[in-house]
């Protein structure tokens, strides 16, 4: 059994002599501990908020430059108040370094407003832009923690109504017939002459206001006020190495994977995660976060601390303390609490088994069951287990694995399991779920709401990277160490759900299992070439790979689409994506005449990159159009041309997952140690959703989405178009008769 053993801290009995008070030293002692890890954890909390309040200066700097500033008065026998203060120099001296805190603190917020080195040739970096990289990192300070940018970083800019009108009919110009296109080019007159200019102004009073003017309305429209599941709609999936295997044991995978999360927790938590001048800012959120349901709405909760997880395995929870001593776990210990949970035979409490198919269908009856069943008694205490854990691990009890000998059908599986497994062994609603298989290949599920993919997956480089290598494992596929002879075990979760609950669980899951079995999933470990070759065609690798997409996309249905692809908007503070375009004239010239000519091609190229840079510099046109739809609503007005251009659905949905820390993976010495990437589901009933991964220079992993029901798609045909499309496209450079 993989009960808990609960430790009391005092037991008493009333005897005729008076009260026995027996104190258990044990639990003092662990109490002790557990209370003095909570107060080292708000010190270095108060500490890092002190740096980042004082970036890039610091106390070390306050201390140099006050004592030089009362030494050279003492020296020269200065009084620069005359007379006021001659007193309180060193009142003087802290208002000096303020001012140079604040000087520094600016001049770096306007380094990073500069944009120009994005222009630069591709491959290439200007003089201006070195200059620029050196300035940076003098403004930057000696140490900068991950979150002592935020102070720095511009505001997203509102673009003009004018352009984004502009460059919104110039997206839809290939699309459009020209009936079709002169009647949008009369609404898109029409709204920027009246309507937009009054809610324009209502987003720049934002702008001035807010943070940023986008993020918390597309939090709460884009993603919390939805009343679908999100199983598929929204989560997205993280993948294995593809590979290697470095235990079959399943505990030991799972030991191993939950100490480096860990880890990296305890680095987020210190904020000693290596940062750039990007906004850090969805970090935040990563752990101790649930997507709780709501009638209208959902809310984010977060908490500060937890010291547990929950598991899941065979249709039962058990919450796991990662604490023992006052230490974290080593990994052995873990695997022994793994093992115990798959040791237990137990079975499932009534309704138990299927509970988490609450969060994977529909939002409304999950949030009237949970105020209805979960408030109260033993099922708000499990719920609140599950909920304010730092996240949660699924042992799953099937085997998904990368087989060369059966490629597509392992992968498929595979991408489908960690997408939306049973539908009911996945808690959707967590911030993430880690999944380790029986036969120790591991997956993560993200919930997508508190952040954007590159988020977690860089916590899951983090992962990759330790696993194999840092942690390693015993000859026997054991985590290194030993067992620890006293630790408490695991603690089961206990429920008690009615016949009505139960009904509501079994409501969700036929949902859940009705878009689950519709998802037509494929992945494509596409090695003939990659970054490596394209980059001496002296293309961009992802305008390369985008323009492969929309001429595969020609050649699979005929037609040219509205094409999403998400660009990040960070270089803003509490910047979250914008949406390139991908389907421009340029690009629908170049398809249709596939001539042996790189010309069309690299206007293509070009035409990609620059809406790429107009995105990633807050020139984008659909968060915008977004805002001025919000705002239209807020004063009850009704617009023809933003409720068309919203109502538009994004057929080819894609999305690049980028390879963050590269300094981790040495692909070179060790080229098997290549990750699958990730995907996500169809966004359209008709279309597709495509992720990608470029991994070092010879390999680029492809997740395809679409859906079963539709007879316009097929992943598998798509696949092929797009093997080939990459194929047609290298040829046109003739690299083979240029290095001749």
């Given at each position: 059994m993989a009960e808990a053993h609960q430790a009391v801290a005092f037991q008493f009995t009333v005897t005729p002599d008076g009260i026995d008070l027996q104190l258990c030293h044990e639990a003092l002692r662990q109490i002790y501990l557990s209370g003095l890890h909570s107060w080292k954890k708000r010190f270095i909390r108060f500490k890092n908020g002190v740096m980042t309040g004082v970036y890039p200066g610091s106390p070390g700097g306050f201390m140099v430059v006050v004592v030089s500033y009362m030494s050279y008065n003492k020296y020269h026998q200065l009084d620069p108040s005359l007379g006021l203060i001659c007193e309180h120099v060193f009142l003087v001296g802290t208002g000096l370094w303020v001012t140079i805190i604040m000087i520094m603190r600016n001049v770096l917020k306007g380094l990073l407003s500069w944009h120009g080195w994005m222009r630069a040739r591709h491959g290439s970096v200007s003089w201006s832009t070195r200059v620029w990289m050196v300035l940076v990192k003098v403004f930057s300070g000696r140490k900068p923690m991950l979150y002592s940018f935020q102070n720095s970083l511009p505001r997203l800019p509102v673009p003009s109504v004018k352009d984004t009108c502009r460059r919104y009919l110039e997206s839809v110009r290939p699309l459009m017939d020209d009936e079709r296109y002169e009647r949008m080019k009369g609404l898109a007159k029409d709204f920027e002459k009246n309507l937009g200019p009054r809610l324009q102004w209502y987003l720049k009073l934002k702008s001035w206001w807010a943070s940023n003017y986008v993020s918390d309305w597309w939090e709460e429209y884009i993603y919390l006020r939805g009343r679908g599941p999100i199983m598929v709609n929204s989560n997205y999936y993280a993948m294995d190495f593809l590979?290697?295997?470095?235990?079959?044991?399943?505990?030991?995978?799972?030991?191993?994977?939950?100490?480096?999360?860990?880890l990296y927790r305890r680095k987020l938590d210190r904020a000693q995660i290596k940062p750039v001048p990007?906004?850090?800012?969805?970090?935040?959120?990563?752990?101790?976060?649930?997507?709780?349901?709501?009638?209208?709405?959902?809310?984010?909760?977060?908490?500060?601390?937890?010291?547990?997880?929950?598991?899941?395995?065979?249709?039962?929870?058990?919450?796991?303390?990662?604490?023992?001593?006052?230490?974290?776990?080593?990994?052995?210990?873990?695997?022994?609490?793994?093992?115990?949970?798959?040791?237990?035979?137990?079975?499932?409490?009534?309704g138990e088994e299927?509970?988490?198919?609450?969060?994977a269908g529909e939002r409304t009856p999950w949030a009237k069951a949970r105020e209805?069943?979960?408030?109260?008694?033993?099922?708000?205490?499990?719920?609140?287990?599950?909920?304010?854990?730092?996240?949660?691990?699924?042992?799953?009890?099937?085997?998904?694995?990368y087989d060369e000998n059966n490629p597509v059908k392992s992968l498929d599986s595979y991408a489908k399991s960690l997408l939306h497994g049973k539908c009911y062994d996945r808690w959707f609603d967590k911030s993430f779920n880690l999944i380790v298989f029986k036969n120790g290949t591991m997956g993560l599920n993200a919930e997508h709401s508190w952040a954007d993919a590159p988020i977690i997956g860089h916590l899951w480089e983090h992962v990759l990277a330790m696993d194999p290598v840092k942690l390693g494992y015993s000859e026997e596929g054991h985590c290194h160490g030993e067992p620890h002879p006293n630790l408490p075990g695991p603690q089961r979760l206990q429920w008690d759900i009615p016949a009505e609950c139960q009904e509501v669980i079994h409501s969700s899951l036929k949902v859940a299992e009705s878009l689950a079995d519709d998802v037509d999933s494929h992945i494509i470990p596409f090695n003939d070439f990659g970054k490596g070759l394209i980059k001496k065609c002296r293309t961009s690798p992802d305008a390369f790979i985008q323009i492969a997409l929309q001429l595969a996309h020609y050649r699979d249905k005929g037609k040219f689409c509205l094409t999403y692809e998400a660009s990040m908007t960070r270089l803003f503070r509490e910047g979250r994506t914008e949406t390139v375009r991908s389907c421009t004239m340029e690009t629908c010239a170049f398809v249709r005449s596939m001539i042996r000519d790189e010309t069309l091609l690299k206007q293509a190229a070009d035409k990609h990159q620059n809406m790429y840079r107009l995105a990633m510099t807050g020139q984008g046109i659909d968060r915008h159009l977004f805002?001025?739809?919000?705002?239209?609503?807020?004063?009850?007005?009704?617009?023809?041309?933003?409720?068309?251009?919203?109502?538009?659905?994004?057929?080819?949905?894609t999305s690049q997952t980028p390879l963050q820390q590269l300094e981790l993976f040495d692909l070179v010495k060790h080229p098997e140690y290549v990750s699958s990437g990730g995907g996500f589901g169809p966004v359209a009933d008709d279309g597709y959703g495509v992720s990608y991964i470029i991994v070092g220079e010879n390999l680029i992993n492809f997740h395809i989405s679409s859906k079963h029901s539709s007879p316009e798609t097929d992943s598998h045909r798509f696949g092929t178009n797009i093997r080939q499309a990459m194929m047609d496209i290298l040829d046109l450079f003739q690299l083979d008769k240029k290095t001749k």
């Open positions: 590979y290697v295997f470095p235990t079959s044991i399943q505990a030991a995978r799972a030991g191993n994977a939950i100490h480096a999360i860990m990007l906004c850090s800012a969805q970090w935040e959120r990563m752990f101790n976060t649930t997507r709780a349901p709501g009638l209208e709405t959902d809310t984010l909760q977060h908490m500060n601390e937890s010291k547990h997880i929950t598991v899941f395995h065979k249709g039962r929870f058990f919450k796991v303390w990662m604490f023992y001593d006052g230490r974290l776990l080593l990994p052995r210990e873990i695997e022994q609490q793994m093992e115990r949970i798959l040791a237990d035979k137990s079975e499932p409490l009534p299927k509970l988490a198919a609450l969060t209805t069943f979960f408030s109260r008694g033993k099922n708000k205490q499990a719920l609140d287990a599950i909920e304010k854990a730092a996240f949660c691990v699924t042992l799953d009890d099937t085997e998904q694995r805002c001025l739809y919000v705002v239209s609503k807020y004063l009850g007005e009704d617009s023809a041309f933003l409720k068309e251009v919203l109502s538009e659905p994004w057929r080819l949905s």
